[in-house]
């Protein structure tokens, strides 16, 4: 009963309602303008909720997530271009569709496949996050440890290119994380004896600076870049066609809420697999895959959204992020004096509740202006981005300052956002960066709990690794992706599979 | 699914999130620089990390520092390797691809914007950088710009300072009445 009460938190304080409303309906736009994205939008909001009260926070931030999702599809489907890393999949056959003149069509049924993608997610949230936060509570420190190392490795080899610049990035974040006086001893971590370095750098500098001055640099040169002027019309679609792939679409949104739930992998990796299953259980697709066939939208879409529910497990019940939204919710957690971990669980249980019922009417949100207003949607992703860049850079400015109300956190951003800027240019993944700032502490500290209660004995500790089946499954998966990068394994996959996937 | 698709080939200069730049069998321009840059700048970090507590204990506060500099290097050093080898993007310049004028102008507005905000205040600095960087971006009157670039400022004073209750620097300007006459507008807000 107190569950149900707490669920429905939102729905006794209207200005709360308004804000998830407000926050998806701001998520679908962020997520559809080319140039801006979810990760940008949430670590520039983190520091704008800084003052307000947890709840109207956390709604506005869930709803700007769950819209983020699904409109990052919006402008893989229209232009070609994925808003967020979850649509890439999505673009492969919308973009297709929508060059047949049949984007109306394709935006109408990702719209509805993404609110059952979404709500299957919050479902298996909701019915899992309890056992799992009990189950945690028998984790140990090496466990966390290695939970934290794994999920940082996933992200960096998952969800781009090359994953030693992702064990780059990974580490830096980790290092990132470790400047200033540390926790336990006091002792100065790469401070360089500089006062302003004692403090340690504001986490929200370092994700302002990657996600949202980077991003707006990278966009200078685009900016003569007009957007394609798309013709819509019926977008609310058919409910036979939505019972067609109704069976399709309850196997990708399991996919999506089990990828979505391993720390580490969130949507865009669920989208992608999604996308594979349904190429391979689809025999006789009306088009064929990557030249508009629905199945190729379907399955991602609501593999994404289901992500969503699923990254939600992970954060809450272990306090480790399923990417990088996830990681800046979990630093948005943080600044407002909240832990989360098995411990938040059991001693605010409302808490997670009252983010279930975000979620879900977020989710509600997401049908309801998927499916209107199609014309302010085709202004708005036409503004142009010799405006939107002042804008991005403006707010990343008083974004940055306004946390601490101090000028080094600008330049903190500022030169976290130069060499996003080259990151980015080179190939390497940003997330990693980002999970390895949120995790740095909890990584260090579990660590230094492990280690200490096996009495400072690496052969104790390996002992106690190989005893557990948890820690061995965990100790395993971290080894098996470093292996996977060694040149013999690289050489070994050449020969069985091929040159071709080298 | 080819882990290293990144959307089509036309985004190599990683436009959004989802499309990290950059090539996978190619370097492009400045690509190798900037790999020697990161495996001296993570030597030197290990180095620094020894220096927190060097071998002391398993538990010591530089452990983990020691640990993650130690991975940043060889990671560092093995892509510095593998670039190496690859030929240049044939197609591609350091000036005109990866850091064009254009970027060079932006990041020195930052700067100056930083330098400016505490004397001059919040609303002059950001009316100053959105004028000249809508001018600079738009290329049309200055009546469009004017118009563009102060009515986006107001939304967002009105959002962040009233709406939000950021902190912004005051500087030359008398904040405060303002607020309070918006304040008595929208009583309540989300405070």
């Known amino acids: 009963m107190d569950t149900i009460l707490a669920m429905l938190t939102i729905f006794t304080q209207p200005e709360l309602l308004v804000l998830v409303g407000v926050g998806t309906f701001a998520g679908i736009y962020i997520g559809a303008i080319p140039g801006l994205s979810v990760t940008m939008a949430v670590s520039i909001l983190i520091s704008f909720t800084f003052s307000w009260d947890v709840y109207p926070a956390i709604s506005l931030m869930v709803g700007i997530y769950m819209g983020g999702v699904y409109g990052g599809s919006r402008t893989a489907i229209l232009l070609n271009i994925p808003g967020a890393p979850s649509a890439i999949a999505t673009a492969m056959d919308g973009y297709p569709m929508a060059k047949r ?48 190392v794994l999920g940082i ?34 002792t100065e971590r790469f401070t360089f004896d500089l006062q302003i370095m004692e403090g340690g750098i504001s986490f929200i ?19 003569g870049m007009k957007a394609v002027r798309q013709k819509i019309s019926k977008i609310v679609p058919s409910f036979g066609t939505i019972r067609k792939y109704l069976p399709l679409s309850l196997q990708t949104s399991s996919i999506g809420v089990i990828i979505g739930a391993l720390p580490g992998t969130g949507g865009d990796i669920a989208a992608l697999m999604a996308y594979d299953h349904a190429k391979r259980v689809t025999k006789n697709p009306e088009r064929p895959f990557g030249e508009g066939a629905m199945e190729g939208l379907v399955a991602p879409e609501t593999a994404n959204n289901a992500a969503v529910g699923g990254a939600f497990i992970p954060m809450m019940t272990l306090g480790i992020p399923g990417d990088a939204v996830t990681a800046i919710m979990i630093g948005a957690l943080f600044i407002h004096g909240l832990n989360p971990g098995p411990m938040l669980m059991i001693d605010q249980p409302d808490m997670f509740w009252f983010i279930v019922g975000a979620l879900l009417t977020a989710n509600v949100f997401m049908l309801i202006f998927g499916l209107t207003g199609i ?64 995790l740095s502490r909890l990584l260090d500290d579990n660590w230094r709990r492990a280690i200490i209660s096996e009495r400072e004995d690496l052969g104790r500790f390996f002992e106690g690794i190989f005893t557990s089946p948890l820690s061995l499954v965990l100790f395993v998966a971290v080894i098996l992706i ?21 | 699914m080819d882990p290293d698709f990144r959307g089509d080939s036309d985004h190599h200069d990683g436009t959004s999130d989802a499309t990290p730049g950059g090539y996978t069998e190619q370097r492009r321009p400045g690509e ?5 840059f990161l495996s001296v700048a993570s030597l030197f970090l290990l180095y620094s990390a020894y220096g927190i507590s060097g071998f002391e ?23 510095t390797a593998r670039t190496a080898r690859f030929p240049l993007v044939p197609t591609e310049t350091l000036g005109k691809d990866i850091l064009p004028p254009l970027v060079l102008v932006f990041i020195g507005f930052l700067i100056l914007f930083g330098l400016l905000l505490k004397p001059l205040g919040f609303v002059p600095t950001a009316a100053i950088f959105l004028v000249v960087s809508v001018k600079l971006l738009a290329r049309k009157g200055w009546g469009y710009t004017f118009a563009v670039a102060l009515g986006s400022l107001v939304i967002i004073w009105i959002v962040f300072r009233v709406i939000f209750t950021v902190l912004l620097p005051a500087g030359i300007l008398p904040e405060a009445e303002f607020i309070q006459f918006f304040r008595n507008l929208v009583s309540g807000g989300a405070s």
Request: glycine content about 12%; hydrophobic content about 55%.
């Open chain 1, 101 to 148: 003149g049949e984007a109306g069509q394709a935006i109408g049924v990702t719209t509805v496949m993404s609110f059952f993608g979404g709500l299957i997610g919050i479902l298996v949230l909701a019915l899992a996050a309890p056992f799992v936060s009990d189950f945690a509570l028998t984790f140990q420190p090496r466990d966390y440890m290695l939970l934290a």
């Open chain 1, 153 to 186: 490795l996933l992200v960096g080899s998952l969800s781009s290119g090359s994953l030693v610049k992702g064990i780059f990035a990974g580490a830096l974040g980790i290092a990132i994380g470790a400047v200033g006086r540390d926790p336990l001893t006091f």
């Open chain 1, 205 to 223: 500098a370092v994700m302002i600076g990657m996600f949202g001055v980077s991003e707006a640099l990278l966009q200078l040169q685009n900016v």
């Open chain 1, 375 to 438: 014309k302010i949607f085709t202004k708005i992703v036409e503004m142009p981005r010799s405006v939107i860049i002042p804008l991005i850079l403006l707010l990343s400015i008083v974004g940055a300052y306004a946390v601490n109300n101090s000028i080094s956190d600008v330049y903190w951003m500022l030169g976290f956002g130069v060499f996003g800027y080259f990151m980015r240019h080179y190939g390497y993944p940003l997330g990693p960066v980002i999970l390895g700032v949120i």
């Open chain 1, 482 to 502: 470093f292996v996977s990068q060694t040149p013999l394994w690289m050489s070994m996959k050449r020969r069985v599979f091929g040159k071709a996937t080298s």
């Open chain 2, 32 to 36: 190798l620089g900037f790999a020697i």
């Open chain 2, 57 to 79: 204990a398993l538990s010591a506060p530089g452990a983990v520092p020691m640990a993650t500099t130690l991975v940043m290097a060889v990671a560092a050093l093995v892509v």
